[in-house]
């Protein structure tokens, strides 16, 4: 990759002791913060599946765990977020073929790197699916509570509290995934055009005063990066 795309991040760390943003953002691999991301991810997946799971046991309702299997495997293992999201990230520019940032160390890179911020129609698809994984399992439990409610089985009050035990620790899994990506992720990470970003402006204005292939592919779509 040409040496003017490649991000400060995959450049000499010496130059990282006078940039002001060296703790501020998460702009070099740290395994400490992929660790966190990581491990924070765990409770709600358990929880989507052990949920979706004990309601095909409990009311034969196996399309919702399918559903949200494929959902899984076309957007994270057809490479559809990398795509629409990763493609635009600092983080693509590295040498070689494999990423290297602190979420998806070691991915293959099948697409080319778009320094330019995501457009409306990948920041809604991201969105749409980033809802969806949160959303659905807690949905479809609800939906299972009302079903094993009208079972006749003598389990029935087990199952019944069995369901509503899931479906509430599906929704406080949630609620803690989205509060540390935004506070302790979102809130640092490098690819500013993502519809979750909370880095501040005059953050993103130093970055991009760094790489300014970036900055040229933000100010061509109307960023003012000065
Ligand atoms: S923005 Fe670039 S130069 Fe500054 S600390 Fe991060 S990697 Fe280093
Ligand atoms: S957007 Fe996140 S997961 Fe994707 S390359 Fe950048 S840091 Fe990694």
């Known amino acids: 990759m040409n040496d003017n795309v490649i991000a400060c991040a ?18 070099r691999y740290s395994k400490r913060d992929f660790w966190f991301f990581t491990l924070n991810q765990i409770p709600l997946a358990i929880m989507a599946l052990f949920s979706l799971v004990l309601m095909g046991l409990l009311a034969g309702f196996w399309w919702a765990l399918i559903i949200y299997v494929l959902s899984a495997l076309i957007f994270f293992g057809l490479g559809l977020e990398t795509r629409i999201l990763c493609s635009h990230c600092p983080y693509w520019t590295n ?15 099948f697409w080319r790197y778009r320094p330019e911020p ?7 698809i991201l969105v749409l699916f980033f ?6 399992p807690v949905v479809m439990t609800s939906y299972g509570i009302w079903l094993v409610a009208t079972l006749s089985s003598p389990i029935y009050l087990f199952a019944l509290l069995g369901i509503i035990g899931t479906t509430i620790g599906t929704l406080l899994a949630g609620i ?21 970003n909370r880095v501040s402006t005059d953050k ?23």
């Open 131 to 136: 809802s969806f994984f949160a959303i659905f």
């Open 176 to 196: 803690q995934f989205f509060y540390v990506l935004q506070f302790h992720f979102c809130s640092r990470c490098v690819n500013f055009s993502c519809p979750f």
């Open 95 to 109: 040498d070689g073929r494999l990423l290297n940032c602190w979420a998806y160390p070691n991915t293959f890179k």
């Open 10 to 27: 995959f450049k000499d760390e010496a130059a990282c002791g006078e940039c002001g943003l060296t703790n501020a953002l998460g702009c």
């Open 204 to 226: 993103i204005k130093t970055y991009l005063q760094k790489n300014t292939v970036m900055k040229k592919a933000f100010e061509t779509k109307g960023y003012k990066a000065i």
């Open 118 to 124: 995501m457009n409306r129609i990948e920041k809604f």
